[in-house]
């Protein structure tokens, strides 16, 4: 099957093409990755390549409780631990770096700000992982945010190239940066919500500019091959809605993202996220993007076998069955079934349970993990 075969990534060679998708397991409890974190990801690495949870390039940037961050030299050190315990084991590992913009509360921000979004709108109905109140975590509505000021939108950027030089001495193959979903990143793409008007509102080349200046000063910093980005055309995750020429912006991003020899694009399906996303535009942003390019949402084996051959991807990332099945890939290989995740312990200091404690199959029993 094509999905075990390898994968010359930028130069970087994969062992097949499974990707483990960015998940948020909200265990590093100062932000700071620990002995838990190294061994839940080089569980994973027969994975052909790992995008680690999202990470915060700053205290602003973080959105939920015990995520870690790569803003600090301790973050680091923590990181530099986890990506010599995946490569030992044979992995490939990109950070995910996170901003998340509007998508915060103000008992995770610094001296109790409100975060920040490209306008002060907030985003309704959504809910956040924060402080409910003093030691006490729990589930509470993200809170108003303010309107960045412009010269406070290229400090993020900044913040992105800083972080991308902290992951590469940290020891990873790359970043990916967050462009997905809802957050920072998307809130400035999408043209309903984002109505500034100045360099960063507006035309379809303002939405963009955040994106592409960032990624541009990761290019300059830490070379093109170790630079990817996921996006989600079409995505309705946390309060996000159409607008105008919505598919001329995805497609002119296509265009500028083509002209940068990026390590790759990953396309981010949100439905078994619990969001409508109109997935029928993947097809026309694949023939738009000539580079490598990852889809991700939904798959199993079969369907991602079939997405492969049939050219819509070259790489498939799996989220959800890479939480229970550290071994997904010899699971998926050898047609094992799949253990199902506990959601009671995705997310939270739950230590070792729910995260590094599910078991190889039963057939792999005593090999080394
Ligand atoms: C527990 C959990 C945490 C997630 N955290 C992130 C994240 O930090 N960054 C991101 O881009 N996507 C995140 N996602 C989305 C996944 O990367 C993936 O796109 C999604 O789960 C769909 O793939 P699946 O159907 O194979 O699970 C998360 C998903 C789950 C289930």
């Not at 819509?312 to 799996?318: Q, S, T, Y």
Request: hydrophobic residues 40%.
């Amino acid at each position: 099957m094509k999905l075990f075969n390898s994968y010359d990534l930028a130069g970087l060679d994969l062992a097949n093409r499974v990707v483990m998708a960015p998940m948020t397991r909200s265990r590093a409890a100062n932000g700071v990755a620990d002995v838990l974190t190294e061994r839940y990801y080089s569980q994973r690495a027969t994975a052909g390549l790992i995008i680690t949870e999202g990470i915060a390039v700053s205290r602003q940037g973080t959105g939920y409780l015990f995520t870690p961050g790569l803003y600090t030299d301790d973050q680091g050190q923590a990181w530099r631990r986890v990506t010599d315990a995946v490569h030992a084991a044979g992995g490939r590992i990109f950070a995910q770096l996170w901003h998340v913009g509007r998508n915060s509360h103000v008992s995770l921000q610094e001296a109790g700000a409100a975060p920040v979004s490209p306008v002060a709108r907030r985003a309704h109905g959504v809910q956040t992982y924060a402080w409910t109140a003093p030691g006490v975590p729990g589930h509470v509505a993200t809170s108003a945010p303010r309107a960045l000021a412009t010269e406070e939108v290229a400090a993020i950027a900044a913040d992105f190239v800083a972080a991308g030089r902290r992951a590469m001495q940290a020891g990873f193959d790359g970043v990916e940066v967050h462009g997905a979903n809802g957050y920072l990143f998307e809130q400035f793409i999408n043209g309903e919500l984002n109505t500034r008007d100045d360099r960063y509102g507006g035309s379809m080349e303002n939405r963009l500019r955040l994106l592409l200046d960032t990624i541009d000063g990761l290019i300059a910093a830490i070379g093109a091959r170790h630079v990817g980005v996921r996006i989600s055309p079409f995505g309705r995750l946390y309060d996000m809605h159409g607008y105008d020429d919505e598919a001329g912006t995805w497609l002119a991003l296509a265009q500028e993202l083509g002209k940068r020899n990026l390590a790759y694009v990953h396309l981010s399906d949100q439905r078994t996220l619990g969001a409508d996303c109109d997935t029928s535009f993947f097809v026309q942003f694949r023939k738009a993007y000539a580079g490598t390019l990852i889809v991700a949402g939904g798959f199993d084996r079969d369907s991602a076998e079939a997405a492969l051959q049939e050219g819509k991807a070259d790489l498939i990332g799996f989220g959800q069955p890479f939480v229970a099945n550290p071994d997904l890939v010899e699971r998926m290989g050898h047609g094992w079934p799949l253990a199902q995740a506990r959601r009671e312990t995705l997310y939270g200091l739950h230590g070792a349970t729910g995260y590094t404690d599910y078991p190889r199959h039963a057939a792999q029993e005593g090999a080394a993990i």
